[in-house]
């Protein structure tokens, strides 16, 4: 039986150092999956992708002849001959795809993480003949380091995620297509490598194959309102356990009676400044059913606004826009504003309107707003120029409209502006046919030339006369604005309120969007006070575009706006400011009609006390799933970690029994030492090898003289061993690993496989 065994270990090798067709064709999977992988993470071209032929051809020469030397020299004389060429022909071309390249992976990697890494700014001209030629020199190298790579069979799969995981760490995500073709080469060539024929391959693909769509299909089914609700609860206790508890919905107006939660969220230290007001987080541009959706990161690319934000930033738009704003009238007072996250969503930066001036590592979200990174302080001080800035404080200065002289200054300003308010108005006005009548029926009329303000009135009224404000909204199924305007919801809060004021804009010809985060109200007139935020300020408002002055918030939320004193005086308007028809000297801006009137919107200086009430209970099957969750995620987690340690010893145990069968085929002396060393390796458990040691653990004196009698023979007498004396040696090497093992108890023999991985 022994022989016997000794037989398959030595057969084993021999099906490994043979050529399988089966292992070429997975190889090349396995390469052209990360290629293409790497291709669609910085986002390449056609040429790009094509490039992964030339590397295809040379991981199927370097898997058929890669055995023989002159192909191991061959190969990367002709990676090099191959670079050198091309680079050659059209050194600027070459120089200026390269710098194409690197600029593009910059460029995605700034857009996914918000790092911040400066691209180059060389000018140098490229082609697509030129993009092909760098990118297949790419291609080549890859193809050669993936070669060498692929001999370790079991370090491949390793080796093979590993740089997949290096290149998401700088924002560069592949798609997903691509991960599937790499995953299935690497799988496909570690069962080659192990000597499965294809008939067994192609099952283990087939099964693959069957438990991926099964998986698929579980993630993309839509029919269960429970596979629903636990897909939602499992997203959002996911983003808990990254972020952090807060409770803003975050656009899921299905989680929306949870917002006001008890907790504290941020603490905000204000110098010289008392008003209330706004500190933004999440912004969403349109409502897919029942959740708010940022924009299309493909309206950023098209030809029309190929690089717009880039472009935009060079005036602060819009992050910075209404504090530039207001400091081009002459208002340029500035105030700090210290904000400490304690236990918000870690996601966002929560900024002000007015924002002026900020650091600590924050980076724009398209013109969604600011986001932190990995390396983000979670306290940080920002400079603003005012604290209210509710429309209701809004008043267009006559620069605007060119009836005041203009400085180069503001002719700058107004030109970056105009350039963003055309992707406003083509990004954020998209209202369905079907909302629009019934909205504006419902409403009622604004006017040959609606302002912000009218409509502002318009959808006060409606939204108090019909609808309750609550910390309990009423759950709806489906479509969320089907529900509200059915009538199936006429109790709503904040998240409910704003999400159809946001339509009710757009019914006008308005550019709106929904946001989230924190209304901050201060106490006292000290020159520095602290306010602790909690869930109960937790609140959600529409945004609309004010021509020439940028986002705004509109209040529309019934007990908030009407808490405001009505006497309260309006706002000083900045220097140059002037009033309009408007009788309460508070219309503003030009609207898409060049007459758009801010709003009369107020903002929560003293919000009620239906505001600090604890909320209802959450949907039954959120609130089953979600505390199941919450223990589960830890535990998969776990039972994650201990199953990829297991099969990292696993894997480990069968390269390093890989690699003593394979110093095994050596011949002649070399044979000889081998062997010897193998021995003194699997005799370390023993304290080393020890004659006398091992007989007390059950191997006979006369094979271990025996062994060494052949071995000797072979070191130092030249001499050739015949296939049964090979034999005789392996059996001895197994018999050896197998009585070791056994001569403990269960922990040595376990650290005997797993650690000293003992046996061949």
């Known amino acids: 039986m022994k022989q016997g065994k000794a037989e398959r270990i030595e057969m084993k090798p021999e099906r490994l150092s043979g050529l399988n067709i089966w292992e070429i064709i997975a190889g090349a999977f396995a390469f052209g999956g990360l290629f293409l992988a790497f291709v669609s993470a910085t986002e390449g071209g056609l040429a790009d992708y094509l490039a992964v032929l030339p590397g295809l051809a040379l991981i199927a020469v370097r898997l058929t002849f890669g055995k023989r030397k002159l192909v191991r020299l061959l190969v990367p004389a002709f990676c090099a001959v191959w670079s050198l060429i091309f680079f050659l022909v059209n050194i600027n071309g070459f120089a200026g795809s390269a710098v194409a390249f690197i600029n593009r992976a910059v460029a995605v990697s700034n857009t996914n993480m918000h790092y911040g890494i400066p691209s180059l700014r060389a000018e140098l001209p490229q082609t697509v003949a030129t993009d092909f030629f760098f990118a297949s020199t790419l291609s080549v190298w890859f193809a050669f380091i993936w070669g060498i790579i692929s001999e370790r069979v079991a370090l491949f799969p390793y080796v093979a995620v590993g740089l997949l995981a290096f290149i998401a760490i700088f924002g560069l995500f592949p798609s997903p297509y691509t991960v599937i073709i790499l995953l299935a080469g690497i799988f496909g060539k570690y069962i080659a490598g192990y000597g499965a024929d294809v008939k067994t391959a192609v099952s283990l693909y087939v099964s693959l194959a069957l438990v991926f769509a099964i998986s698929a299909g579980g993630f993309f089914y839509q029919g269960s309102s429970f596979v629903q ?33 008890e ?33 299309d990161k493909n309206a950023y690319v098209s030809a029309k606004y190929q690089g717009i934000i880039d472009y935009l ?12 704003y207001l400091a081009l009238g002459g208002r340029d007072e500035r105030h700090e504003v210290t904000i400490e996250n304690k236990n918000a969503n870690a996601k966002y930066a929560y900024m002000p309107y007015s924002l002026a001036e900020y650091s600590g590592g924050f980076s724009s979200y398209y013109d969604m707003g600011l986001r932190r990174d990995v390396f983000s302080a979670s306290k940080y001080t920002v400079q603003v120029v005012c604290a209210d800035v509710s429309s209701e404080g809004v008043v267009q200065a006559n620069w605007l409209t060119g009836s005041q002289s203009q400085t180069a200054d503001m002719k700058s300003y107004l030109s970056y502006e105009g350039n963003y308010r055309n992707f406003v108005y083509e990004n954020y006005c998209g209202v369905s046919e079907e909302v629009r009548s019934t909205l504006r029926s419902r409403l009622g009329d604004a006017g040959e030339q609606p302002t912000v303000n009218s409509v502002t009135r318009l959808i006060r009224t409606w939204l108090e006369t019909n609808y309750r404000y609550t910390t309990s909204p009423d759950a709806f199924e489906g479509d969320f604005m089907n529900a509200f305007l059915g009538e199936d919801i006429l109790m709503a809060n904040p998240a409910y309120f704003a999400s159809v004021a946001v339509y009710a804009f757009r019914a006008y010809g308005f550019a709106a969007r929904y946001a989230e985060g924190y209304l901050v109200q201060s106490v006292g007139g000290e020159e520095q006070v602290t306010v602790s935020v909690t869930g109960a300020n937790a609140h959600a408002w529409a945004e609309v575009y004010f021509d020439g002055i940028g986002w705004l918030p509109v209040e529309v939320t019934p007990t908030i706006y009407a808490l405001l004193d009505p006497d309260r005086p309006p706002p000083k308007p900045p220097e140059g400011a002037g009033g309009d028809d408007d009788p309460d000297n508070k219309d503003p801006v030009d609207n898409p009609d060049d007459k758009n009137d801010p709003d009369n919107p107020d903002n929560n200086e003293d919000p009620n006390e239906d505001n600090k009430k604890p909320l209802s209970e959450p949907p039954a099957d959120i609130k089953k799933t979600v505390p199941v969750l919450r223990v589960l995620v830890p535990v998969l987690a776990c039972v994650l970690a201990v199953a990829l340690a297991a099969l990292f010893v696993f894997v480990r145990r069968e390269y390093k029994l890989q690699r003593k069968r394979k110093r095994l085929r050596a011949r002649g002396e070399l044979y000889g030492r081998t062997a010897y060393d193998i021995l003194c390796e699997e005799c370390k458990p023993i304290g080393g090898y020890d004659s006398e040691a091992l007989e007390k653990c059950g191997v006979p004196l006369a094979d271990t003289e025996r062994f060494i009698q052949i071995v000797e023979r072979a070191v130092h007498g030249g001499y050739e061993l015949s296939d049964n004396e090979r034999r005789a040696v392996e059996s001895y090497l197994i018999k050896v690993s197998e009585v070791i093992t056994a001569s403990g108890g269960k922990a040595f023999r376990l650290r005997c496989k797993y650690f000293y991985c003992l046996g061949l």
Do not use: C, H
């Open 229 to 261: 609700g636990v897909k939602t609860s499992f997203g959002t206790a996911s983003e808990q356990m990254l972020y952090g508890s807060d409770s803003l919905p975050q656009g899921r107006l299905k989680n929306a009676a949870g917002m006001n939660d």
């Open 313 to 324: 930033a060079q005036e602060g738009i819009p992050d910075t826009q209404y504090a530039e």
């Open 263 to 295: 907790g504290e969220r941020l603490e905000v230290t204000l110098y010289g400044l008392t008003p209330t007001f706004y500190l933004k987080g999440f912004v969403g541009a349109e409502l897919n059913g029942n959740e708010w959706k940022p924009t």
